[in-house]
């Protein structure tokens, strides 16, 4: 089962970069309850996370609530809904309506924003996305967590605590067929009411995306387009599958059990692995995926959370169905002893195992739970109580264990009872929890303001605006006119420049997506500083067009949804490794004896350790200098930094130059062609050297051409490039 193991973890590692958890808006263009003096070009709504663009809808209403236009996904981006706004539209107040359908977790939400156009209209407001959880989604969730604690704990429970304490070579699976008949009564009922909250969920999730009722999914097979077409899908066929091949195992142990022993052993023994998978699966669907503070370490933290109270309440429920049995035949000293050594054992293992349950989940609170008003939320009164009825659970495995140190094992089988009811109450809390939107972090630089300019070149009108302005993906929207009227009969082509580091990006033709309105997208713009669009327009005889638009890219305006460690968080990280440490110890104990070190031994394996991290480290950071290194190489900055604006006025001005200081470039046609050939793979620099000092058999520019002169002559060559 080793290589189980190794596989199982691996898919859980992998997991994580499919999925995602329930999101929110994080930039709105235009700004909710925003007066715009002019209409948008464009409605963008960007989510915290990937949408599902078959089930996600955005639409446009005017006052009276009738639908204008409608939009969906951006096909470049999944966490994008987006739409064209139509032409012209008149002054007045417009409501977005916003259906997202979250990649992750299958939630929908359901909520609208409003935008004015000349002046604000009063008596008319957006409507909140509802935070309360879907009693449906919170049943199965109840299933589907106890079936997995249920497996978890049971499987756990048998390689943990019943084998130590009971185990004898002479049973088939080294305890008594009373004892497994019971264990696998467990194992084989958690697998069935894990399969049929499968069901459920699938049809939930389908009611959900669909907006229909149970009936509808089930006589039109809308489930089918779920179950193809979605995350959640993906998600929900993985979990079949691994609950059939669970099954399968389950079966070649109880058939093959007469023949090989050893098989059925070694199989139970790896189930805790299963169900460890199982659990994983729940995690990176979950809140955690989505936390602002280091996803990875958030899903890392909450599955832990989930395991060890798996093992908690998996282990008790475990306990409660099988003692009875297991120990009815035994005599009243005998069982005494029995029930002694297995509730000893598995008390010594829950109680670091609590305190890891509440110290992960302090940290995961944390992650949700940023201000004080996220308290009264849905979430975090669902949270709270969560709380309330942990604290009964907190109080009897204390008395549990008092009275366990004082011998009272009648008494501890009626605290097991307790126990277990106590800890399925709490269990409907999680349920509900897991279903419960997270409260919408604080988000300053949300709603921020788009840069946008416009200029006149020849009869045309050019207005753009970058969306959203900052480092990452962004949305350029080109509206041209032409006497007040949308012009259709061009073509737009777009290209980004970082003039302070001399890069610039591949000429990008803009589709046209609505009368004068073109849309081109990119991630070019990977810093904040200086920045430039470029716009040529080709008319259907071929002459091109300029405009040229500078930006000031703020990192503020950036959609960033991370946040940095406080001093709490990491408090907690230390508790939560110092319990893992005191869980592995015994381990890392047993292995120390097994290589018997000697002092000088132990010295020698404590420096190589030592070494090996410090090559390590070093290593990482030589490799990352050299990279440092590497792109200064290949990029070096510009020895000449080119100031000014590649506009229309700029290329008017570096022909007329060219043509009467650069007349012997004329004269040397292949070598003008070559360079020609070069202008996408060559800097600003370059040229500007070329137009100083000549470049092959291209002669130098006149002497008495000063700096800017010279900057037009380039700019002009650039007007050269090839678009396609």
Known sequence: ?????????????????????????????????????????????????????????????????????????????????????????????????????????GHVIAE???????????????????????????????????????FFGASSLYALVLLPAWGNARYKENLPERVMRRLRIMVVGALLLAIAANIVSLAQQSMVFFNAGAAQVLSQNLWQVVLIGSRFGDV??????????????????????????????????????????????????????????????????????????????GGLLTLTLILPASLQ????????????????????????LVLLVLVSGAYNALNYLTVPSDLVSSYGRTLGMKLLLVAPVLLLGGWHRRSLRAGLPAKNLQLLRLESMCMLAVLVAV????????????????????????????????????????????????????ADQPVADVTVHVQMVDPTRDRRSAWQLAEAVDAGLYVAAGDEIDQAGKWRSLVDITESDGTVRRAAFGW??????????????????????????????YLAFPHARRLITALQLTPASALIAVSAVAISVAVMVGGALLIAQQQQVYERTLNPPPAVVNNVLPDADSLARGESLFESHCAAWREAPEDFKALGKRLHNVRDDFLYAAARDGWRGLGACADELTENQRWHIVNYLRSFEARD
């Not at 407001?125 to 199965?140: M, Q």
């Not at 199982?278 to 989930?306: C, E, Q």
């Not at 035949?329 to 293992?349: G, K, M, Y």
């Not at 890219?553 to 490794?577: F, K, T």
Request: no cysteine.
């Open 236 to 313: 929900w066929i993985f979990r079949m599958v691994l609950l059939v091949f669970s099954a399968a195992l389950l079966f070649a142990a109880a058939y093959y059990r007469e023949l090989f022993p050893g098989l059925a052993l070694g199989i139970w023994r790896g189930l805790p692995w299963l169900g460890a998978l199982f659990i994983g699966l729940s995690m990176v669907t979950s809140h955690a995926a989505g936390s602002l503070l280091l996803p990875w370490l958030a899903i890392a933290v909450d599955w832990l959370h989930a395991l060890a109270a798996a093992f908690w309440l």
């Open 552 to 581: 000031d890219i703020s990192e503020a305006a950036a959609i960033n949804v991370s946040r940095a460690p406080n001093l709490l968080h990491l408090l907690i990280l230390l508790g939560i490794a110092g319990l893992l440490a």
């Open 431 to 482: 349920a509900w929890l897991s279903a419960t939107p997270l409260p919408e972090p604080a988000a300053p630089q949300a709603d921020m303001e788009a840069p946008q300019a416009s200029q006149t070149v020849a009869d045309y009108r050019i207005s753009m605006i970058l969306l959203p302005g900052g480092p990452g993906v962004n949305t350029m929207d080109i509206v041209i006119e032409r």
């Open 1 to 105: 089962m080793f290589s189980l193991r190794w596989l199982i973890l691996l898919v859980i590692l992998l997991l994580p970069s499919l999925v995602q958890a329930h999101g929110y808006v994080v930039r709105a263009i235009p700004a909710d309850r925003s007066t715009l003096e002019r209409p948008p070009t464009r409605l963008q709504y960007w989510f915290s996370e990937a949408l599902e663009a078959r089930f996600s809808e955005i639409h446009l209403r005017d006052q009276a609530g009738g639908i204008i236009a409608s939009g969906g996904v951006d096909e470049g981006n999944s966490a994008l809904l987006t739409m064209p706004a139509p032409a012209d539209l008149p002054d007045g107040a417009y409501i977005v309506e916003l259906r997202p359908a979250f990649a992750s977790d």
């Open 329 to 352: 035949p035994l005599d009243t000293e005998t069982r005494q002893v029995a029930l002694r050594a297995v509730l000893s054992r598995f008390s010594h293992l829950v109680l670091p």
């Open 112 to 150: 609208s924003r409003v935008f004015f156009v000349g002046e604000a209209v009063g008596g008319i407001s957006g409507t909140v996305a509802d935070d309360r959880a879907i009693p449906l989604e919170a049943l199965w969730r109840v299933a589907l967590n106890l079936a997995n604690f249920l």
